[in-house]
Structures are given as structure tokens and as C-alpha cells.
């Protein structure tokens, strides 16, 4: 049974799929579509009942969900590929980062643009809520960038933190948000990758 994976082209589903690609593991894709509501559906639902993408459904059969926990057991399952640094301060630095991309820019700054009505009942705030979005999302990039200053990659080595700080980039280009110099920079190391180019086409970007 091949791994199953459920993902949506452009979302944060992106990087796992890019660790994917990476790895060069057989699996099977689902295109569960959000704005058709297909996470509400009772038989996706019954796969991850938190409605939210990423999911992999491994090859006993198990879910595993949440970006962070997907993208550790493909890195750790899989040591040979070298996704996770081997000392303590690199696989400190991969956490941190991730948790910054996933937690903060992601579940603070993102969705308050994407799903702006979950952070208010009122629509004559929405813009405001966006423009927070928005903020959090600058004040995040600003944080990542000294972080990123004179690296070409998150550690030493591309790792799975790579992966999901260039979903978060991928984001800011497609919605105009200016990046700075070294996120920047990493977004086109990242594109340059031919795991990335290849996932940008098989989602339908070129
Ligand atoms: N903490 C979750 C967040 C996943 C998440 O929010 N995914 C978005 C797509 S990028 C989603 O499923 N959205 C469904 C919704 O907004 O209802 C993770 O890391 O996997």
C-alpha cells in the first residue's frame, strides 16, 4: 500500500509535498478542495477529523495530520535523505523555525487574510483584520531574514524547515507581499530546486 496524501495545490500542503518529492516515495494524491468544502466531508473527516490540511495516511493504514508532525516522521523515518540536522543546536533551529512558519506567520498571519471571518462576526472589520494579518506576517519574514543572513538554508543543510518557510514565501509572492533581502534569496534558491519546480507544475504553477 502506498503512502496516501491528501493535500490542496497552493496551500501549506506544498511543503510536505516538496519532502515528498524529495524523498522520491511512491504515493498516492488526493485533491481534497477546500473551497468546495470537501474537508467537511464526512469521509475526509472520518481521515482527519480536525478538517485541515496536510494529511498522510501511511502505509498501515495510520493518519498522521499537523504540518510539523508530517514533515518529522518523513524526515525521521527516512535519515538516509539528511532532512533533519544531526547535532542539537540544527535540529533546535529547524523546530524554531518551523513553529515560527506554522504557528505564527501561518495560524496568526495568513489566515486572518485567508479565512477572515473566523476572526470576527463583524465585515465592517475585516480589512483591519487583514491589514493585522498582514502585519504579522511582515514582522515574522523580518524575524526569518536576520535569521537567515549569510546561510543559503535554514541549518546547515536544506531540511524539512526549508520546506515550510517556502510555502510561506510562495504565499507572499503570490499575494504581493514584498520579501526581504534573505527570505528572498532562499525563496529563489528554493524555486530553483528541481523537487520544487517539479511540485509547482504537477500543482499547476509554473
Ligand atoms: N496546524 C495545521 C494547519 C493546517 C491548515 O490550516 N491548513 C489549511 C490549508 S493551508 C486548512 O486546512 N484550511 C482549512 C480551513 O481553513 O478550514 C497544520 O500544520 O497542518
Redesign the pocket.
Known amino acids: 500500500m502506498a503512502i496516501k496524501f491528501y493535500m490542496?495545490p497552493g496551500?501549506?500542503?506544498t511543503g510536505i509535498h516538496i519532502l515528498l518529492e524529495e524523498l522520491e516515495l511512491p504515493f498516492e494524491v488526493t485533491i481534497v478542495n477546500?473551497p468546495r468544502g470537501d474537508?467537511l466531508k464526512p469521509d475526509y473527516l472520518a481521515i482527519n477529523p480536525?478538517?485541515?490540511?496536510?494529511t498522510l495516511v501511511r502505509n498501515d493504514g495510520s493518519a498522521l495530520?499537523?504540518?510539523?508532525a508530517?514533515a518529522w516522521w518523513l524526515a525521521r523515518s527516512h535519515p538516509k535523505a539528511k532532512l533533519l540536522p544531526d547535532d542539537a543546536d540544527g535540529e533546535a533551529r529547524v523546530i524554531e523555525t518551523i513553529d515560527a512558519v506554522?504557528g505564527t506567520l501561518?495560524?496568526q498571519g495568513y489566515?486572518r487574510n485567508?479565512?477572515t471571518a473566523n476572526f470576527t462576526p463583524n465585515e465592517a472589520d475585516h480589512e483591519a483584520v487583514k491589514a493585522r494579518g498582514r502585519e504579522i506576517v511582515g514582522q515574522g519574514f523580518a524575524v526569518l531574514n536576520d535569521a537567515l543572513a549569510g546561510r543559503d538554508y535554514v541549518a546547515e543543510d536544506f531540511s524539512i524547515a526549508d520546506a515550510a518557510l517556502f510555502y510561506v514565501e510562495f504565499w507572499a509572492d503570490k499575494l504581493g507581499i514584498a520579501l526581504p533581502e534573505h527570505c528572498g534569496a532562499h525563496y529563489q534558491r528554493m524555486r530553483a530546486r528541481p523537487t520544487v519546480q517539479r511540485v509547482l507544475q504537477e500543482e499547476g504553477y509554473r
Open positions: 490542496t496551500s501549506c500542503s477546500l474537508h480536525k478538517a485541515s490540511i496536510p495530520t499537523e504540518f510539523q508530517i506554522v501561518h495560524g489566515t485567508f479565512t
